[in-house]
Nanobody
Framework: QVQLVESGGGLVQAGGSLRLSCAAS????????MGWFRQAPGEERDFVAA????????YYADSVKGRFTISRDNAKNTVYLQMNSLKPQDTAVYYC?????????????????????WGQGTQVTVSS
């Protein structure tokens, strides 16, 4: 069982930056691959980024590639999402997710049903 708590959301102007954090409970954090998803009002939950449990592979949605960076610190049981050059269309609730399943490629990581644990979400609002 893993509990996830996101933080770092807020209101920022277009072009600005935010860093989201997701703190995980438990002593087996390094066994979990981690992902970030987001959901805007009235829309489906979309994949943003993911990182393999090894930390050696990362995956991004095309809409954030080159602007967002996912990373993890296993010593702190935390995964981060550095978001730069933010746009109004990045406005959403951002969710952290964890999976202990054996991953297989980008499409696997981008599928929300492959994740077993979810945080409560943190709001990111980008003003124009």
């Amino acid at each position: 069982q893993v509990q996830l708590v996101e933080s770092g959301g807020g209101l920022v102007q277009a072009g600005g930056s935010l860093r989201l954090s997701c703190a995980a409970s438990g002593r087996t954090f390094s066994s979990y691959s981690m992902g970030w998803f987001r959901q805007a009002p009235g829309e489906e939950r979309d994949f943003v980024a993911a990182i393999h449990r090894s930390g050696l592979s990362t995956y991004y949605a095309d809409s954030v590639k080159g602007r967002f960076t996912i990373s993890r610190d296993n010593a702190k049981n935390t995964v981060y999402l550095q978001m730069n050059s933010l746009k109004p269309q990045d406005t959403a609730v951002y969710y952290c997710a964890a999976t202990a399943r054996l991953p297989y490629g980008r499409s696997w990581f981008s599928t929300s049903r492959n994740y077993d644990y979810w945080g409560q979400g943190t709001q990111v609002t980008v003003s124009s």
